[in-house]
Nanobody, 112 residues
Framework: QVQFVESGGGLVQPGGSLRVSCAAS???????IVWYRQAPGKQRELVAS???????NYADSVKGRFTISRNNALNTVYLQMNNLKPEDTAVYYC???????WGQGTQVTVSS
């Protein structure tokens, strides 16, 4: 089973940008990979997905601001987050379309 390690989170001001990374322990080339996020006291929600062919989908709340991409040679998926808003504050996770085990995620905090 492939495991995922998220990184790149941090504190950013509203309107700022951040790129988070998802490094997999093995090949992900044949899989759809999904970014999820979970804010305190809220359910985990799907943010963006990318198929093995590179087709992407986004939650309405992030459409036009976030971009998901992948580098299969590096077994890595990225989420570029632009024009960040306080409501984007959450722990960000990556996983399969049908999730397996969860990593620790990476904290993204958008605040002045």
């Amino acid at each position: 089973q492939v495991q995922f390690v998220e990184s790149g989170g941090g504190l950013v001001q509203p309107g700022g940008s951040l790129r988070v990374s998802c490094a997999a322990s093995g090949s992900i080339s044949i899989y759809t990979i999904v970014w999820y996020r979970q804010a305190p006291g809220k359910q985990r929600e799907l943010v963006a997905s990318i198929t093995s062919r590179g087709s992407t989908n986004y939650a309405d709340s992030v459409k036009g601001r976030f971009t998901i991409s992948r580098n299969n040679a590096l077994n890595t998926v990225y989420l570029q987050m632009n024009n960040l808003k306080p409501e984007d504050t959450a722990v960000y996770y990556c996983n399969h379309r049908v999730p397996g085990s969860w990593g620790q995620g990476t904290q993204v905090t958008v605040s002045s």
